[in-house]
């Protein structure tokens, strides 16, 4: 019997506050994990409180900045006395800064390297020991399409997401004899407030340039919405995907497999 269920399993989904990692952590409570999330902001916090409540999920919410080693460590003391030790852990958190390479400064780029690649290691780094010691742990990072391309303005996230999905190889290469598997989910072009100045209606009501681009180049023609990541988490979080280790699963509507619609 295929075993999807997440029964007795504590999940932390970092930056679950909305967005992909919300709908993330949605789908691990539906499958019947216990979850605790984070963001760095009270007013977010709050409010996914009252988000999860209203969907009959009682998450355990925490403020804390993935990129503070010592903030994650006491979060993780915290989660692990009143939830337990983390079975599970989706690295989700992440920023983009979209601006011309050479026109970015140092201090922009290490800040998306900082949250997007630094932060998962830090998080990682924390619960492993605790992993090892119980005998299983499942590491999921989320990856990009900028994992695998690249495009104009966007260095600092695409060399993070290059680099989150070595490190995923990695920690797979590195733990996957502790019966740890760690994975990637690479969404393709997702609804969410990070997309959101890449779908803004043109003043003249037409579609923004971006939109139709991308619409363009997406086999299935539209956009990624978060619940399209439910299923996939679900499956690399669950005992089904004991086998697998060390790889990507692209969730992007096929557009890392098309050249892009012929222009009509
Ligand atoms: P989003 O809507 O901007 O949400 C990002 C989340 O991360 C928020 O909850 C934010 O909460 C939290 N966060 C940001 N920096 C943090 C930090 N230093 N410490 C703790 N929490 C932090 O983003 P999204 O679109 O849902 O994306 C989620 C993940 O998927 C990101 O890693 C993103 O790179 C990746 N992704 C997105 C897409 C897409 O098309 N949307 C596609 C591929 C991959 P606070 O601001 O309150 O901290
Ligand atoms: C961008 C987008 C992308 C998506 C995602 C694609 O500006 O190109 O924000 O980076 O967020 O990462 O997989």
New binding site residues.
Partial sequence: MINFSLEGKVALV?????????AMAQALAEAGARIAF????K???EK?LADYAALGIQAKGYI????REDKVKAMIADIEKELGIIDILV??????KRIPMIEMSVEDFRQVV???LN?PFIVSKAVIPSMIKKGHGKIIN?????SELGRETVSA?AAA?GGLKMLTRNIASEYGEYNIQCNGI??????????APLREPQANGSRHPFDSFIISKTPAAR??V?EDLMGPVVFLASDASNFVNGHILYVDGGILAYIGKQPS
């Fill in positions: 970092t930056g679950a506050a909305y967005g992909i990692g919300f984070n963001c760095r902001s007013e977010h916090l996914a804390c900045d993935v990129t690295n989700n958190a992440g920023i983009i900082d949250i997007d932060a989320i990856c990009s399409m900028m996230y997401k690479g969404p393709g072009y997702i609804a969410t407030p990070q997309t956009w990624g978060p």
